[in-house]
């Protein structure tokens, strides 16, 4: 994976599917879209373009919500260049149609299976919404017991820790928003440990929900600005106005979400965990209110349990679509 990044412009979220192209593509000046209805071979023909770039600098590979072995993308910002299986961005494109010349009674069978899939995606995301509420009343529950006053002692410490030599650059910051993992038909898949390795300075914020995590977080964004620092920040697959990771290159520092269900440790001496359960909750706080804490993660659980297996579906219609074209590419062969 070296000079390889890998994340998420794309996902499935309890706000319906994002998409996030624009602002990573956005500074591309040659944007490229191959235009088939398989993700089989546009994958492939996405992995011979990344092979072609092999040993000329960061290639950005931007995987497929729709697989885990899929790619929908990539970025070469040392060439200015991006590739794409379809139209994520509103500007124009070079586009590569493979769909010319296909039979126009396969491509209204196929268009019948892509419609299909968008129906599975909504009934995906109405579970997901779902879950959201519920999970949205465990957050009030913690913030009712939060200490403001504690939490924003700790920003401000942070702040100054991280700016206090820091000088403001010439350029304007550029803020990339970007998923660093997401809910497929494969399952859930995500890129922390990729991502935060090769960094030098690793803050692991822990806390339970609406403890203020993303706030955090927010705040640390908002002095990159003032600073002109640019920021890859990677919003919350569950939940896309939150945010679970931010990565500050200027300053070799990640900041990330640490809890379920991307859960990691430190695993050197210099990463730092910031524990806002510990430091802005109070104490016994878990005890006090155990019977609904349960019962609130089961049902919320659940719901994203049924969702993630809707997303499943998806599979089989994949499988026929491929198993459609196939079918047609042989026939074309033996004509």
Known sequence: MKNKLYYYARGHTAKGMVNYWESNAKDVEDVYVFKHPSLSLTSQL???VIAMFDGFGQVEVVMSPFGKNFIEGIIVRDYSIAF????YI??????IDFTQGMDQTLLQDIEQLEDSIKQICEKTY???????MIHDTLENLFLNEMS?????AEINRTITELFSDVQKKKDQAVIYERLFGTKTPDGTTDYVKALIEPLQHRYFIKGRAGTGKSHFMKQIVEQCITYHLDVELYRCSFDPDSIDMIIIR???LCMFDSTPPHEFHPTRKEDI?????DIALTPGTDEKYADEIQRIEKAYKQEMKDGVHQLKEIKLVQQQIDNILRLYANKKKEN
């Open 46 to 48: 996405l992995q011979d």
């Open 90 to 95: 509103n500007r124009e494109v070079n586009l």
């Open 250 to 252: 200027d300053l070799q």
């Open 126 to 132: 109405e579970k997901f919404e779902k879950s959201l």
């Open 84 to 87: 794409m299986d379809d139209y």
């Open 148 to 152: 403001f006053q504690q939490a924003d």
């Open 273 to 277: 965990v910031i524990d806002l359960y």
